[in-house]
């Protein structure tokens, strides 16, 4: 390409790293201004997002949406969010999510580019599941979390007790935001870690098993490590709280079958039962992780990815 491409990205949480990397890599100019950019990258489309897609949209700039999270976008799968149709491809980390997004009637064009949050390792197991590192479902920025997933947090950490005090693990909990606004509680022989939104994963690979949801479970998924999610059965939500524009998606029951991770710790009674499947091997989760998880990112293919819509 001999013009110098500028392009913007929405970038939530950091997440969409390796994407701008790949593109300045390519000799592309990352801008702070979308009004300056020839394409800009948003992690949605909601109504309040579409405003600006759209002005920008009119000025002649190209559309992308890249993920907002791990999990697949499924924004417009809630009353009051429909497909913003004048995106020229959405980009996803792998063919499952093109699946449960088609089957929540997004209309959108799709690229798989491949795992982009972290480096992929293989599953490996461990001899024990001793160490045992707990992240909960954390606030939002304004610092408020629905009652549903205080509640989740709770009943987890419910379960997780009684094998501390047995002796049985020896449990971290790796939280954000105040440990109180997660609905948790100090207690002894239990190790406290406040984090940041980041995506780090090194305290992920020193664990014998994580216990999250949402995008760090999908990471420690990526990361080889054995995982147990939570609350897997409770339909994906929006909103600060149940007073607060707060509502479930419309279709869960047309895609729950790929969405749900195969292990959920509130879903069986014998915690440590499951925790021993779990790290022996990954034969119960292998569909969900090449469906979800799928292959790693490759910053040249996502740039010719991008190319081929100029």
């Known amino acids: 390409m001999n013009k110098v491409v500028k ?5 939530h949480q950091n997440k969409s790293l390796a994407m701008i990397n790949a593109l300045q890599a390519a000799g592309w100019e990352w801008t702070a201004q979308a009004g ?15 405003r600006s897609l759209e002005s920008f949209r009119r000025r002649g700039k190209k559309i992308f949406i890249v993920p907002h999270a791990a999990r697949p976008n499924l924004f417009n799968d809630f009353e009051g969010y429909p497909s913003y149709l004048h995106v020229a491809a959405e980009f996803v980390a792998a063919a499952g999510h093109i699946e449960i997004q088609k ?30 590192l707990f992240a909960p479902i954390h606030p939002n920025g304004n610092l408020s979390l629905p009652q549903v997933d205080r509640q989740i947090n709770i009943d987890t950490f419910k379960r997780l007790l009684p094998l501390v005090e047995a002796g049985e693990i020896e449990l971290t909990v790796r939280f954000l935001r105040g440990l109180e606004r997660n609905g948790l509680w100090l207690v002894d022989g239990v190790t406290y870690i406040e984090a940041q939104p980041d995506q780090a994963y090194i305290q992920i690979d ?23 999610m939570m609350g897997e059965s409770v339909p994906p939500r929006i909103g600060c709280d149940e007073r607060n524009n707060f509502q479930y998606i419309l279709h869960f029951d047309r895609y729950k079958d790929l969405l749900m991770f195969p292990l959920d710790i509130l879903a069986e009674d014998d915690t ?19 469906r979800m998880i799928g292959e790693p990112f490759d910053p040249g293919g996502f740039v010719r990815t991008v190319e081929k819509y100029l």
């Open 103 to 132: 089957r929540a009637g997004v209309r959108h064009n799709f690229e798989v580019i491949g795992w982009y949050l972290c480096p992929i390792q293989s599953f490996q197991p461990r001899p024990q599941a001793k160490k045992i």
């Open 272 to 290: 440590l039962a499951l925790f021993q499947r779990a790290i022996r091997d990954d034969c119960e989760i292998a569909d969900w992780r090449t």
């Open 7 to 11: 392009f913007y990205f929405y970038n």
């Open 36 to 50: 300056h950019a020839d394409m800009v990258f948003s992690d949605s489309d909601v109504p309040s997002r579409v």
């Open 206 to 228: 020193q664990a014998d098993r994580v216990v999250s949801h949402q995008t760090f479970a999908h990471i420690a998924v990526a990361r080889g490590v054995p995982t147990v």
